[in-house]
């Protein structure tokens, strides 16, 4: 039987009025909201112009818009502007008109809603503050109804009482509807083209993704020792103490060699060796991330990789350079390869190698990496899958998950704040909470609401809480609770439950867990001594994080006598010949 995402109870404002320009979206985001809000729409223009394209008398036109309020008491949407015309109906505070006003705008590039409070409107109504960057998440009218209070922040799946195969698991556990799958077909004339045209296509997706044509496409020498000299000693003595930790934590990963001698004479050795050039991704899009620069370089470094190149995006803010405390955090750990190239282009730069295309370039810009590891967003994480089997990749480490397993004893605004602190990195991160208390979700919800509207990128966060990807689920206990978060196999999982520490031996699947009350994912992000960079979208059922064995192979080296090649020469016939390849055995008879 499927399982359904609970409809959100009706809270704040139910009449909406959505205006603004010609051309900003105000008609679609007036078509969502009541789609989402279950309540009917009227559009003004069809009342106020007549069939034939001419101005419909006012006073009929009004008492249409009048009929219409009078028949629908308990909510509606109205798109269009008519101010003049309506002459006060539909403002809030006039009789039977708007809780509020939601203006449509076009902002730049991106479409935006911005929300003007009614008098007496419901709780968390303001003028959405917004970055450019956060803007497009605005076209959607889930976020702008989260805004106003209407819908709640994160929807509710409730499992209690059914009994699921993990099939169904699988199937119920909230996703992302922008996968890595449905990714690829963005990013694969991207990496075709940068295959081809080198320098030139990189110059031109950073002109169309970043905003900004970069001069030089690898970072000049001068940049990075001018970054590292210009930072923060704060930040400084927290890159190098994050750093010093993550070293610790991954030498004790470097695994030793073996030998073993399965017989008299006959020796296998197990040799790690690793490999020879990798290409580090850092992100760079929404935030900023030196951190992730610590979790690359230092895995590698630990791993012994001789050649370490990192690549981010171009900033417009720093003339087309990478972000200075990521140029900084290289330079202090003695990178000396960086470009300024973001997403997909940085990918296939890193497993195609780039050709020049400026004279600042060179004839080679980049040579090829045998490796490429590295967090993104869906369409990094897409390019490593398209790219996989030219170079190695780590696991896919796209958009950032977390998931919370919690009894009633949980602090519900340490869940809250955690939920928070990881949805904030993309719209289309995930926040998901498993518990088998629902006073407990009540709890989180409203301390969501509360964290929610005073965290500063608030309509990034409103976003990934209210996308698919994210939910609370309710459990009838936290046996079947630790049956979900091994079907959701989340890239970071807390446990907050008063047995945490034995029930999080027990998890399967997730990336890192983060064990009681006081790991919260936050000190896995920067300085735990863990890595950060983590499996998403399901991936951590099988796969790990990064480490240095990301950059490590095995060889095995087999060395016999001639007299144990000879104990075990007949075998090693019957076997040849039970293939038919007798050459086999007169390999090993010719010595023996
Ligand atoms: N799983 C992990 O280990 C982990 C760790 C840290 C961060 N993250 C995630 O990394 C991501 C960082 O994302 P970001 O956007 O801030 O930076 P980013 O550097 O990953 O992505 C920016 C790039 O995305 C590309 N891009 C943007 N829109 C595109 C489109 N429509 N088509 C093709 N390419 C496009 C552009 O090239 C741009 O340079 C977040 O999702 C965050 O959650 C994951
Ligand atoms: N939470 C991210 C991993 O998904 C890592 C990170 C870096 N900076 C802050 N957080
Ligand atoms: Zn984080």
Redo the contacts with the bound molecule.
Sequence with gaps: MPVERETPAPRGPRRIRVVGAAGSGKTHLARESAAILGVPRLELDAVFWAEDWTLRDVAEAREQVQEFLAAHPDGWVIDGNWRSRLDGMLEPGSPGGADVTVWSRVRRTHRGAGVRPAVGAGRGAGVAQRTD?DAVTLTEAGPALTTLGVVPLIARIDLRGRRLSARELRAVVPRAELDVEA?TS??EP?LADVRERGGAALRD??E???GVRPEHVRVPAQELERALASLDPALRDALTTSAARVRQGHEAQLPPARTTRIAPGAVVRQRWVPVRRVGL?????????P??VV?NVVAAQVAGVEALAVA???QKENGGLPDPGVLAACALLGVDEVYA??????IAMFAYGATGSEDVDGEVLCEPVDVVT????????AAKRAVRGVVGID???????IAILADAGADPDHVAADLVS?AE??P??AAVLVTDSPELADAVDDALEARVSATKHSERVRAALGGPQSAVVLVDDLESGLDVVDAYAA?HLEIQTIDAAERAERVHNA?AVFVGPYSPVSLG?YLAGS??????GGCAHFAS??GVMSFLKSVQVIEYTREALAEVTPALSVLADAEDLPAHGEAARART
């Design positions: 960057r990714a963005a990013v991207i997706y950073a169309r993704f970043d991704y850092v992100p760079g899009g929404l935030a900023l991330y951190s992730s979790m981010s995006p171009p190239v973001g997403g997909a282009q940085a590295g967090p993104g967003n869906v369409y990094v994480a696991a896919e480490a796209g958009p950032t998950e990881q990195h993309d289309n991160a890239e990336g992000d890595n950060h960079v983590l499996p998403t994080g990064l």
